[in-house]
Nanobody, 115 residues
Framework: QVQLVESGGGLVQAGGSLRLSCAAS????????MGWYRQAPGKQRELVAF???????NYADSVKGRFTISRDNAKNTVYLQMNSLKPEDTAVYYC?????????WGRGTQVTVSS
């Protein structure tokens, strides 16, 4: 059974940094696309970034130049380095894994950026 566990969220001041991690199990991690999404209160869940098995990366325009997604296939882990954080980055951040036609989700980790 696929399981995704996020960690690294917290409270940070504007301009600060956080690094999120997502540990995956129960799948062939190296062949799957991994993603980070976020959902702010009252808003729909939105894509932040994804990284394919071949290393192709895509970012939402709102985080380009500030966030970096990476993966370590040896550790079955995907990361999201978040720099220059803004109050509008406040949200619950979710890890996702695409396994064939199915998308699995973690439970999320809260990121709060104070002004």
């Amino acid at each position: 059974q696929v399981q995704l566990v996020e960690s690294g969220g917290g409270l940070v001041q504007a301009g600060g940094s956080l690094r999120l991690s997502c540990a995956a199990s129960g799948s062939i991690f190296s062949i799957n696309t991994m993603g980070w999404y976020r959902q702010a209160p009252g808003k729909q869940r939105e894509l932040v970034a994804f990284i394919s098995s071949s290393g192709r990366i895509n970012y939402a325009d709102s985080v380009k130049g500030r966030f970096t997604i990476s993966r370590d296939n040896a550790k079955n882990t995907v990361y999201l380095q978040m720099n220059s954080l803004k109050p509008e980055d406040t949200a619950v951040y979710y890890c996702s894994e695409g396994v064939g036609s199915i998308t699995y989700w973690g439970r999320g980790t809260q990121v709060t950026v104070s002004s």
